[in-house]
Each structure stands twice: as C-alpha cells, then as structure tokens.
Nanobody
C-alpha cells in the first residue's frame, strides 16, 4: 500500500511561485510514475505533470515553461516547482503514484489547495 502526503499549497499573487511536495510511504522502486493532477471548481480533473523513474516528464501545455517536476529518491518525494503562477492555476492539486504491484494501480493524495489572486 502507498500513502501520499502533499504539502506546499497556499495563497499567492499572480507571478509568484510555490513548490508542492508529495511524499510516498513506500519505496519508489515499484512506482511507474508520480505526478500531479488538479481540479478547479466545476471542472474536470486534469493532468498537470508527471515523471517516470527514468526521468521522463510530461507537462500540460498550459504549464510548460512555468512548472518543473522533479524527485528526490532518497526521500521518496516528488516536487512540483510552480513559477509565474496565474489565476487559472487555482485548483486543488492531487498527487498521483502509479504503482506496479502485481497489478497496475493508481494511488492519490488528499489534495492541497493552490489559490492565485490577480
């Protein structure tokens, strides 16, 4: 079983930065990728960014050039550095870990609120 704990959300003004952290309770050896989704009120949950064990990354077009995803293997933690935040980035951000443990399974964090004001 994998538990994901997110932190780093908050309230900032447009143009400022935040860094989200997501710590996994188990070794990442079985993790296919970790990443972040977000969901704004009235909208569907969407992929923000993800990174595989090999370091391959995928970003939503809306965050390319502004967000950077990275990991710390020793801490079993994934980070999302969010620069030049915009009001449209306001959402609850959810950490995801896709794990291969016999079956492939997705684990989700509880979510952390990011609010960006104009």
């Amino acid at each position: 079983q994998v538990q994901l704990v997110e932190s780093g959300g908050g309230l900032v003004q447009a143009g400022e930065s935040l860094r989200l952290s997501c710590a996994a309770s188990n070794s990442i050896i079985s993790i296919i990728f970790m990443g972040w989704y977000r969901q704004a009120p009235g909208k569907q949950r969407e992929l923000v960014a993800r990174v595989t064990r090999a370091g391959n990354t995928i970003y939503a077009d809306s965050v390319k050039g502004r967000f950077t995803i990275s990991g710390d293997n020793a801490k079993n933690t994934v980070y999302l550095q969010m620069n030049n935040l915009k009001p449209e980035d306001t959402a609850v951000y959810y950490c995801i870990a896709r794990v291969a443990s016999g079956n492939i399974y997705d684990y989700w964090g509880q979510g952390t609120q990011v609010t960006v004001s104009s």
